[in-house]
């Protein structure tokens, strides 16, 4: 049974970083897509980003990119996403996926492996 177990998360000032952690059993993140998505109160869960497998390549949503980067260290099974100049607008609950890949790694439907997530809260 694959869990994936998220850690990282907190109250934070906007201009600060964070560092999410995703934990891994039962499946080897290498070997796997896998991603980051966020859900804010009443929106849509939306996609962050994502790393194919075997590292071949990294995918960001456009509100991210330069300031959020996505890793995973294999000899511990975790993915990370490290987050840098955090926003208001990043203020969501952050959830760790992991799937069988395909043709988008932006869309939900190529995860079946779901965290319980960890909640980032930005102030001004």
């Known amino acids: 049974q694959v869990q994936l177990v998220e850690s990282g998360g907190g109250l934070v000032q906007a201009g600060d970083s964070l560092r999410l952690s995703c934990a891994a059993s039962?499946?080897?993140?290498?070997?796997?897509?896998m991603g980051w998505f966020r859900q804010a109160t009443g929106k849509e869960r939306e996609f962050v980003a994502a790393i194919s497998k075997f590292d071949i390549r990294t995918y960001y949503a456009d509100s991210v990119k330069g300031r959020f980067t996505i890793s995973r260290d294999n000899a511990k099974n975790t993915l990370y996403l490290e987050m840098n100049s955090l926003q208001l607008e990043d203020t969501a609950v952050y959830y760790c996926?992991?799937?069988?890949?395909?043709?988008?790694?932006?869309?939900?439907?190529?995860?079946?492996?779901w965290g319980q997530g960890t909640q980032v809260t930005v102030s001004s």
């Open positions: 996926a992991s799937g069988p890949g395909g043709w988008d790694p932006r869309s939900i439907e190529m995860y079946d492996a």
């Open positions: 039962g499946r080897a993140v290498s070997n796997y897509l």
